[in-house]
């Protein structure tokens, strides 16, 4: 956090200072990733010494986290509710397809059966 304006901090350093420490920034790791890294490595020293000899050695790497983008919470509602209510409906229109084919079907049939019939006694 910087204890100054960034008029201020343009009055105090260069472009090639602020590029230097771009340069910094983008090569070194932020304190959070060597406190990380540090942890990583605790954690391997400490399982490692309490498994027996036999068994395999850890890697720090074994100890790394697996950081996920942040999930925008309203979003992710939405898209449940919408697969859910897409659910919903594609179960309801099957539930009605099959209840009205099971309305229409008799019809059809009846009207199947009527047009064999004016047609075999007009013949």
Known sequence: MLSCTLEE??????SSEF?????IDANEPTNMERIEAYLKLICTCIYDV????DKPK?????????WK???DIENEKQSNLYGV???WAMQ???????KIDRLVKPNRDKKKKR???DGSSSR
């Not at 901090?9 to 260069?14: A, G």
């Not at 309490?50 to 000899?53: A, M, S, V, Y």
């Open 69 to 71: 983008a942040p999930v």
């Open 50 to 53: 309490n498994i027996p000899h």
């Open 9 to 14: 901090l343009d009055l105090r350093m260069t």
């Open 92 to 98: 309801h229109n099957k539930n009605l397809k099959s």
């Open 115 to 117: 047009k064999k019939k």
């Open 58 to 66: 850890t890697k720090i790497s074994d100890f790394a986290l697996e």
């Open 85 to 87: 209510l897409k659910q």
């Open 19 to 23: 590029t230097q420490w771009q340069v």
